[in-house]
């Protein structure tokens, strides 16, 4: 598999896995299953976790060993998911601040991906 194919997977599970963990972390404000079921949540996030775990060894390996990488691009990725996700479904406002972190949270993201 090539870089740009690693990348790719690796983004798209840590985004995935940001998702779903947003839904078991918040889901109980909105959904009534979610609520009544964090058993099943948990359980849920089970094949989750793996991926996760197979995506943060492809993501230190593409950084030769190097752990804070794979770190920051989670932290960027979960900061921006998670903004997105609060303002569509608990309808929470984007303010100067949020937009602020958000900001920053790409730049640390540029800087993982592009400062070699």
Not at 9 to 16: D, G, P, Q, S
Request: glycine share 6%; net charge positive.
């Amino acid at each position: 598999m090539n870089k740009i194919m690693m990348y790719g997977y690796v983004f798209v599970v840590y985004i995935l896995a940001q998702v779903f963990a947003f839904y078991q972390l918040q889901g109980h404000t909105w959904s009534k299953w979610i609520k009544d079921n964090p058993f099943w949540m948990s359980v849920l996030g089970v094949p989750f976790t793996y991926y996760t775990i197979k995506a943060a060894r492809m993501m230190i390996d593409l950084y030769d060993g190097q752990s804070w990488p794979n770190r920051l691009i989670g932290f960027s990725l979960g900061v921006t998911i998670f903004s997105i996700m609060a303002w569509f479904f608990l309808k929470e406002p984007i303010n100067i601040k949020t937009v602020i972190c958000l900001f920053l949270s790409f730049c640390i993201l540029l800087v993982q991906l592009f400062w070699k």
